[in-house]
């Protein structure tokens, strides 16, 4: 599964795809894809400017394998990283190009941007949990149930319900918080 990924795993593939091996390329893409997608499609709300973002940041970590730096994180949140950048700026690049008049004011946009940035970032915490915690927040969210009946659900105690439920909402919560700019490609934010 994509959300276990050991490190060792994205290193070797970052080694692959520096060597130039297409079927390393296939297998992230196979791996990753959807998820790439999901994060451009919920920041653009469209699925062509999906696809479009889809195939550029693919064909950027095809390109710059090694801008990738395994220290700084997965190679999942890499990606997810680098995909709500480029949708970021497609969705700027959309909205000052002189249309059909109907983009929104500046300030209108950075509230866009943030709005839909901070879900991306929620969707993506939420499918990179690790699954137990995922199980227990989508006990309480979509079943509604509280911890007790989540313990009952899940086969743990409720002390162990609570800690999941508490440390999944606390994941969820850095969601608005912006993520570091360090692991930035240069240049990354320019249309590839």
Do not use: C, K
């Not at 939420?126 to 086969?155: C, I, N, Q, W």
Request: proline residues 6%.
């Amino acid at each position: 599964m994509a959300n276990d990924a050991p490190p060792r795993w994205d290193r070797r593939m970052q080694q692959r795809l520096a060597r130039g091996e297409a079927a390393a390329l296939a297998e992230l893409y196979d791996r990753f894809a959807s998820l790439v997608h999901n994060l451009a499609h919920r920041v653009l709300e469209d699925e062509t400017a999906a696809d479009r973002v889809t195939r550029e940041v693919f064909g950027y970590v095809w390109e710059n394998p090694d801008a990738y730096d395994p220290q700084q994180g997965s190679l999942r949140a890499w990606i997810a990283m680098l995909t709500q950048r480029q949708a970021v700026h497609r969705l700027r690049e959309s909205q000052t190009a002189p249309a059909d008049g109907d983009t929104l004011t500046a300030e209108a946009l950075e509230e866009r941007i943030r709005e839909v940035s901070v879900a991306a970032r929620a969707d993506y915490i939420v499918t990179s949990m690790p699954a137990p915690l995922r199980a227990a927040l989508e006990l309480a969210y979509f079943d509604r149930r509280d911890y007790r009946e989540a313990a009952t659900a899940l086969g743990v105690t409720e002390d162990e319900a609570r800690r999941r439920l508490r440390l999944g909402l606390q994941l969820l919560s850095t969601a608005h918080v912006q993520p570091p700019r360090a692991i930035s490609p240069p240049g990354y934010g320019r249309a590839l």
